[in-house]
């Protein structure tokens, strides 16, 4: 009698479980962003909103919550209850760069968090001030090898993945420089422009507007292959053996998500990215949308996590 008990116990909580899931959401869900508004994280997010609030028939609440290089939001995701009414867009930065730049993390980037959805990757461009006499890579190199410390790089900050891609680029090449850090990509962005710095590693969405108006000169992508948006744009890799950045937004829960609620957050979002206006708005700032499963976006987590930790533990970068 006891083991009949015990098992329509079980019985019960599985039902209740499952009548749970199937009624989420009942009510708003908030969607966090851990950057300020009006970037291309933002923008991919209020777009996801819009979808999955008439897909899923509840508001989906855009939070702003940016600091601390995306760990003020993050974190607050990471901690809330695990129920799907709080989630982030992400980036690979706060979840596979933080843990190795940070003494002092508030997060485990992969272990306290559920992967949902690899959203997009964004178009990480190279480019220089149009003084600089180098139309590629490899004449870009040959000209700072010969002024050690001369060229200036701008980032939007120490341990931002536009200091980390220059810095990349100093050891696999060999050249020095030196590294300008600024308050935010849109000054480094400005001071590249007036050449106050020489070259900046930075997302499409900055620096394409600058690129079309001759006011900054683009040389390649820092992605393992050419971006669909800019199919004559080679790569550093090509010059550069081994090099290659990605940067990608990605769709996350509280660790201990339930798979129901992952799942179809998953065919949702997915079939938000496939709609040909989100497609076009996107491809308009160099963000390339995904497709992915919540299984192939955590494989693809946990690989970024162990090589940028490396990385970043190599070239000697930490923010206390």
């Not at 940016?66 to 989630?87: F, H, Q």
């Not at 890579?137 to 001369?150: C, L, M, Q, S, T």
Request: charged share 20%.
């Amino acid at each position: 009698m006891r083991k009949a008990a015990n098992a329509a116990i079980v019985a019960l909580l599985a039902a209740y479980s499952s009548v749970a899931c199937a009624a989420w959401p009942d009510k708003p869900v908030t969607l966090i962003v851990p950057w300020a508004p009006g970037g291309s994280t933002d923008i991919l997010a209020r777009v996801l909103s819009e979808h999955l609030g008439k897909s899923l028939g509840q508001p989906f609440v855009v939070e702003n919550r940016p600091g601390a290089s995306g760990n003020v939001g993050s974190n607050i995701v990471a901690k809330a209850k695990p129920d799907g009414y709080t989630l982030l867009v992400g980036s690979m930065s706060t979840h596979t760069m933080n843990q190795a730049l940070y003494s002092n993390m508030p997060f485990d980037g992969v272990k306290d968090f559920t992967p949902i959805a690899k959203l997009a990757l964004v178009t990480n461009t190279m480019v220089i001030n149009p003084s600089v006499p180098a139309n590629n890579v490899a004449e870009f190199i040959a000209y700072a090898k010969a002024r050690p410390g001369d060229i200036a790089y701008a980032s939007a900050g120490p341990g931002s993945t536009n200091h980390l891609s220059a810095a990349m680029f100093e050891k696999a090449t060999g050249i020095k420089m030196l590294h300008v850090p600024y308050r935010g990509g849109a000054p480094a962005a400005l001071d590249t422009v007036g050449n106050r710095t020489q070259l900046l590693f930075t997302a499409g969405t900055q620096s394409l507007p600058f690129v079309k108006q001759n006011k900054l000169k683009l040389l390649a992508v820092t992605e393992a292959q050419r971006a669909p948006t800019l199919p004559d744009v080679p790569t550093v890799g090509e010059t550069v053996p081994g090099y290659e950045l990605a940067v990608w937004y990605g769709a996350f829960g509280p660790a201990g998500l339930p798979p129901d609620i992952v799942n179809r957050l998953n065919t949702e979002i997915n079939k938000a990215l496939k709609d040909p206006d989100v497609v076009q708005k996107m491809e308009g700032m160099a963000v390339q949308v995904l497709d992915s499963t919540p299984e192939q976006f955590a494989q693809d987590l946990a690989r970024d996590a162990k090589k940028y930790d490396e990385i970043v533990r190599d070239l000697g970068i930490r923010i206390e």
